[in-house]
């Protein structure tokens, strides 16, 4: 049975193919289908932006699809980027240059105010036009440069105090367990695994 991913994130698919591999499912990317639209994230919040691409990839291909909206809420900067992350430097996406913007509108917060977390909205799909949602965060600390050079978008600068590490810092496996992604992911599989004995029988 597939799972459609619609995202054309390719770090976003590598993590989810990665916390989905026990399951029975094919999992697959919306870029795998070709005319496959952009879906335009146009909702205020991330709710609003997984329902819609999931949604529209689930129409498209007609098969189960999961889509995830996430983004960093950094406290000083009320809530910013929230759900502009991918774009907060405008267009197009840049995660260097979105780290520069994020680094410079930090640069006189002090420790104790440089709190923040990853916040997940997971949706996933039927073809008959049903939806389930699920969520996730992480707590950490936004650094004052960058460290690591894994993961992907603000990794680097967000820190985690439990394990003294940037997400970038830590390997996949560590960071999906702890991860808003993850996190979130958790709760989606209980929803899959529960719609995927139910369409077996």
Do not use: W
């Not at 291909?61 to 909206?69: C, N, Q, R, V």
């Not at 105010?113 to 049903?130: H, K, L, S």
Request: with cysteine.
């Amino acid at each position: 049975m597939k799972l459609v991913l619609a995202t054309s994130n390719q770090g976003k698919v590598k993590e989810l193919a990665a916390m989905l591999k026990d399951m029975d499912f094919e999992v697959v990317s919306a870029r795998d289908y070709p005319g496959f639209p952009e879906v335009e994230e146009d909702g205020d919040t991330f709710k609003a932006n997984a329902i819609k691409k999931a949604r529209a990839a689930a129409q498209f291909t007609g098969e189960l699809s999961l889509a995830d909206d996430s983004g960093l809420e950094v406290d000083a900067l009320n809530g910013a980027p929230g759900v502009y992350s991918a774009r907060f430097a405008g267009e197009p996406k840049d995660d260097a240059a979105n780290n520069r913007k994020l680094l410079k509108l930090m640069e006189n917060v002090p420790p104790a105010r440089r709190t923040g977390r990853f916040r997940c909205v997971i949706a996933i799909a039927r073809p008959d036009g049903e939806i389930y949602t699920v969520d996730g965060t992480c707590e950490g600390i936004i650094l004052e440069e960058l460290k690591g050079d894994g993961g992907f978008g603000y990794d680097p600068l967000f820190y985690v105090p439990a394990y003294q590490k940037t997400f970038a810092e830590l390997d996949l496996a560590e960071k999906n367990t702890i991860s808003h992604r993850g996190k979130a992911l958790e709760k989606a599989v209980a929803i899959l695994k529960r719609l995927y004995v139910g369409q077996e029988g």
